[in-house]
């Protein structure tokens, strides 16, 4: 079973600021794939950015960046030079795969964190 | 034109009538999801299929029913729709390499329902 943990429920950051937002996971697959979605009021949900397991290097989209400990069973996704646009709701998501490293595709999600952006 | 399109995008509806969901997809992706979202609890699967003939039941399936009728159509069928059944529902689309990422998720812009 795969369990994905945000221990935040809410956050705040001041415009042009950097923000850690946390996620912890558990599970026992050799392969794996973390994602970051946000969430603004709308409602739709915007991917934005992914780690693989076996990635050496820590992913990097434009301004978000992820913090991935594998050791430490981590994946922190950090937002830098935060915009009021960025006010939203952030979901970390997992997914796994087989002994046999097939994905199966379906993703695990925390509970998400809310993050406002203070001008 | 959006890849993924849910219908209807806004639902109420009373206790114990049957409803139905519906999603159309055109990225030609083979695995189709249905989530849905209650505040606290992040996004829950409850089905999935990974092409036409494979339905699989997801973490919380009682209550729920699903349809492939195509590769690009999945249906989502509340029997007898309950109110704790109340949620935002989305639907996804996924395919191995379809942008890097291995079975990065698509998402449909979420269907509201409301059941009385």
């Known amino acids: 079973a795969q369990k994905i943990t945000q221990t935040q429920p809410g956050m705040f950051v001041q415009e042009k600021e950097a923000v850690t937002l946390d996620c912890t996971y558990d599970t026992s697959d050799q392969s794996y794939g973390l994602f970051w979605y946000k969430q603004p009021s709308s409602g739709e949900m915007i991917f934005l950015i992914y780690?693989?397991?076996?990635?050496?290097q820590n992913a990097t989209e434009g301004r978000y960046s992820l913090n991935f400990q594998k050791a430490r069973k981590s994946a922190n996704l950090v937002i830098s030079a935060s915009q009021l646009g960025d006010s939203a709701m952030y979901f970390c998501?997992?997914?796994?795969?087989?002994?046999?490293?097939?994905?199966?595709?379906?993703?695990?999600f925390g509970q998400g964190t809310i993050l406002t952006v203070h001008p | 034109d959006a890849d993924v399109t849910q219908t209807p995008r806004n639902r109420i509806t009373k206790t114990g009538k049957r409803i139905m969901l519906e999603c159309s997809q055109t990225k030609g992706h083979d695995r189709m999801y249905w989530y849905r979202q209650d505040p606290g609890l992040g996004l829950r699967l409850i089905y999935y299929s990974f092409d036409v003939k494979d339905i699989n039941k997801g973490e919380i399936s009682d209550g729920y029913s699903v349809s492939r009728q195509a590769q690009a159509k999945f249906s989502l069928s509340l029997e007898s729709a309950i109110p704790n059944q109340t949620a935002l529902y989305f639907c996804a689309t996924s395919d191995l390499h379809s942008s890097g990422r291995t079975y990065e998720q698509f998402f449909g812009p979420g269907t509201r329902l409301t059941v009385l």
């Open positions: 998501a997992m997914r796994g795969a087989n002994a046999g490293g097939t994905s199966y595709g379906k993703l695990t």
């Open positions: 780690q693989g397991s076996y990635d050496e």
